[in-house]
Every structure is written in C-alpha cells, then in structure tokens.
C-alpha cells in the first residue's frame, strides 16, 4: 500500500473516531463481540436509527464490517486492521518529531 493510501486510510479513521457515539459504538463491539444496531441501541444512549447511520460511517472508515444474519438481520464485527494503519501513521509521525524535539530541549537545557 503506498504512502498516501495509508494516509487516506488514517484519516477516515482518525475521522470515525472524532465522535464519541462511534467510540461507544466500537467499544461495545470489543467488549460484546459482533451485533446488530438494534442490539447496540439497546446497550447506548443512542436511537437505533442513530446507532445506523453511525455504523455506515465506521463501516466506510473499514472499522465494522456488516455480516448478514437469520431473517436478514445484519450483524456488525470489528475489523482492525484500519486501525492498525492508523496506529503506524501515528507512530511514525512521533518518530518524525521524537529528533526535532531531543534537539529543542539539548539547546534550551
């Protein structure tokens, strides 16, 4: 995968995560294991309608991945592997500042 694709991959997940709703969403999926929207509005402070459009945006992040269930009920699951290239680019990035900075604090001591 090139740079910029992992970039864009980040980006959509740092995005997802941005709002708390979602953060809940996915750590009841952790927690609970694959569910439905209906499921997770039964477990949140969040309308089922809500809940659903929540898990479209984690979905196109690649954070969930929706699996049909029995009488056409869709179950979600947590995949992470998006957030593992989000977790890289962070790191990287800590890498690209840990030199500049070691440098500002030996000239300011």
């Known amino acids: 995968m090139e740079n ?6 980040a980006q959509e997940v740092f995005a997802a995560l941005a709002d708390p709703s979602r ?6 999926l952790a927690a609970g294991g694959p569910a439905t929207a209906t499921d997770l509005a039964a477990k949140l402070p969040i309308t ?9 945006l984690l979905a196109d992040a690649g954070l969930v991945v929706a699996e049909p269930g029995e009488r056409r009920r869709v179950r979600y699951r947590l995949d992470s592997a998006p957030m593992k290239i989000a977790q890289q680019f962070l790191a990287a990035l ?4 840990d030199g500049p900075l070691a440098a500002l604090r030996d000239r300011l001591q």
């Open 4 to 9: 910029s694709d992992l970039e864009s991959v």
């Open 48 to 56: 089922r309608q809500g809940v659903a459009k929540h898990l479209t």
């Open 23 to 28: 953060r809940a969403i996915l750590a009841e």
């Open 94 to 97: 800590a890498r690209d500042w």
